[in-house]
């Protein structure tokens, strides 16, 4: 199968070492369903079109068929070929012979490659909705069942405020919910048929390119033949779209490794996703959590060689754009193993509920509150920022906190303070006061909780 099928005004052989370089069947191997599927499509129009005849369309299309169903169980080796087009186009000759060198009319590399592309980006966007929306749901029941745990929320990595372990969940959910959307707009963009457009200027042949589109699953075609087969700006969107989840991922992740870390012990990580230290067995590593933070870089990585192949290419097609299928298939392959193993990490880990609440009650998060229970009573509020300032300069100074300080103590600062001040200063009060939408009172969560769960659904 070393004949190249291109090979017709060329004398010499070409060099095996530029042979190996220009070869990219090593890793678009794995569209072969696409490319074979976007054969039967086009075959098929052929034959509607009368420009094969219907008899050779039906054998094409027969052996098509046959040759995927072979690769797929292992009696093809995909091999020996420049890239995947070949390779099944040259099978497919040497099994039927003549009649599967019609098959490539009407057609050219150029737009069988744009819409294999298109095709399996299309199939791995729904394939990482899908897991999104699982992550969501897995994120949804973890919060419901811990609407009432209580933890501190954090600025600069700092204790700032009071919150419930729920309405932490749903931060994420948020997050998660934004890339959903993403792939779901992202989707729609990919979603055009880009073949007929030949090498870049179409074909004389009278092909009809709506039903090639629609026979593939595709909503419309590609307006542009130039555009259709030097595109790939929904590669690039792809490739944003994994990149903007996997910060996420790595977010959620590095907030995981500070609190199952000694100095935390806000969680505890299950055996199943932990490891241990080869030289120090006290140790439980979470090497899964730091590999998802570590295989954002690889995301990013992929994003930015594709955005610098991309910006000085002139149209219409050029080679360089063969670089994008390794960094379309790193990246599919990243995503989807780290969706997976946070979905499935999430329920094993075990939160240490008093540990929260007792790192709560600590690092005055109750400030804020204070300076508003003063200014409720007509104290300007810079003043009262002043004024509690000092009050936790003083708690850090005696070793007191809000809740320790007696009424003397808070009077010291002013003869404003009643006993009232501490049920304003416990926990439970500072998160139920905060009865707005989004805020983490327990029935804004629950609300929250439902919307996720419509929103997903709808």
Known sequence: ????????????????????????????????????????????????????????????????????SDIASGVLEISDAEDIHMYVETVLTKRIGDVGKKLHTGRSRNDQV???????????????????????????ALAEANLDVIMPAFTHLQKAQPTTLAHWLMAYNEMFYRDLQRFKSSLKRTDYCPLGAGALCGTTYNIDRKYTAELLGFK??????????????????????????????????EEIILFVSNDYQYAVLSDEFSTGSSIMPQKKNPDI???????????YG??????????????????????????????????????????KFLPSMKFNKQILLEKANKGHMAATDVADYLAKKNVPFRDAYQLVGQIVLYCEENKKTFATMTIEDYRKFSPLFNDDIFNVISLQTLIDARDVIGGPAKKQVQNEIARMKKKISD
């Not at 307006?223 to 959620?252: C, G, Q, W």
């Open 114 to 140: 744009a819409v294999d592309t298109r095709l399996f980006i299309k199939k791995s966007e729904q394939e990482i909705i899908n897991k999104l929306i699982a992550l969501i749901k897995t994120i949804n």
């Open 289 to 299: 959590n730091e590999l998802i933070r570590g295989k954002t870089g690889r995301a």
């Open 220 to 253: 419309d075609i590609t307006p542009n033949s130039l555009d259709a087969v030097s595109d790939r700006d929904y590669v690039l969107e792809y490739l944003f779209d994994i990149s903007t989840t996997m910060m996420h991922l790595s977010r959620l992740n």
């Open 302 to 343: 992929n994003l930015f060689a594709l955005m610098t192949v991309m910006k000085a290419q002139p149209l219409a097609y050029n080679k360089d754009m063969q670089e994008d299928k390794e960094t379309i298939f790193d990246s599919q392959d990243t995503i989807n193993v780290c969706l997976d193993l946070i979905n």
């Open 1 to 68: 199968m070393g004949t190249k099928l291109w090979k017709g005004r060329f004398v010499a052989n070409l060099n095996p070492q530029a042979d190996d370089f220009n070869s990219s069947l090593r890793f678009d191997k794995k569209m072969y369903v696409e490319d074979i599927d976007g054969s039967i499509a086009h075959c098929s129009m052929l034959s509607k079109q009368k420009i094969i005849p219907s008899k050779d369309a039906n054998k094409i299309i027969s052996e098509l068929k046959k040759i995927k």
